[in-house]
């Protein structure tokens, strides 16, 4: 009763922060599409797209999905990352964001971008070979980490990686949303993930990319290099 009780609290107060939410279900503070991508798209946002790129050495005929893609910034850059012959899936739970992630793909002449409408606890992905699942700032919006975690996992090679980047709570007092990397490292730990990289990109947030022990995973590269 407690916890259902803060969960009221809770989405009372995004509605009176001016955080609309589009219906009683849907995922933490998602804004209508129109509004979040004018916020995504505005001029003095700096995502380090192309640093992010080349951290994670994304090499033609990968198999990525960038979830919670909203207005492509990352989508677009991946996808001509890894033609012609990878293919980028654009996850979403808003059909408007991914009609526009279309239309910018289509204009800018990128073939191999295709979009998923997704779900609130799972991806729903079409493949089961992707190698990085990607997730930029959009962890902490999912209301139920643990499962949607889960539920990416399985569409993964096993030896594919689920990236995060995100916000520690302490670094960003004013908003109770973001996530502590601890927190994060104990839900990948629940699905075998561990911390294999750790990239120093952004000053205010981690850039953490999590793998099993499998396969060329980096983990079974640095245990094989302690031993030696």
């Given at each position: ?65 960038d979830v919670g893609s909203g207005s ?157």
């Amino acid at each position: 009763m407690k916890h259902r009780k803060f969960q009221m609290l809770a989405l009372a107060s995004l509605w009176v922060l001016g955080i609309g939410l589009t219906d009683a279900s849907a995922q933490l503070a998602q804004l209508p599409a129109d509004e979040y991508i004018k916020r995504m798209d505005a001029p003095d946002r700096d995502l380090k797209v192309n640093e992010v790129i080349a951290k994670l050495k994304l090499k033609p005929g990968d198999i990525v999905a960038d979830v919670g893609s909203g207005s492509g910034a990352f989508s677009i850059s991946m996808a001509k990352a890894i033609a012609p012959n990878g293919i980028l899936y654009a996850v979403d739970i808003d059909q408007k964001m991914l009609d526009y992630v279309a239309n910018r793909a289509k204009s800018e002449g990128v073939t191999n971008l295709r979009t998923v409408l997704g779900e609130y606890d799972d991806p729903k992905l079409p493949v089961k070979n992707v190698d990085v699942a990607f997730f930029h700032r959009v962890l902490h919006m999912i209301e139920h980490r643990q499962t949607y975690v889960n539920s990416t996992a399985k569409y993964l090679k096993p030896d594919g990686r689920i990236v995060v980047i995100d916000k520690n709570r302490e670094d960003s007092p004013e908003s109770w949303m973001w996530l502590n990397q601890s927190d994060v490292d104990t839900w990948m730990a629940g699905i075998s993930f561990y911390p294999a990289e750790k990239f120093a990109v952004f000053d205010d947030r981690y850039f953490v990319s999590y793998q099993r022990p499998y396969g060329n995973s980096v983990l079974l590269k640095k245990h094989e290099m302690k031993k030696d």
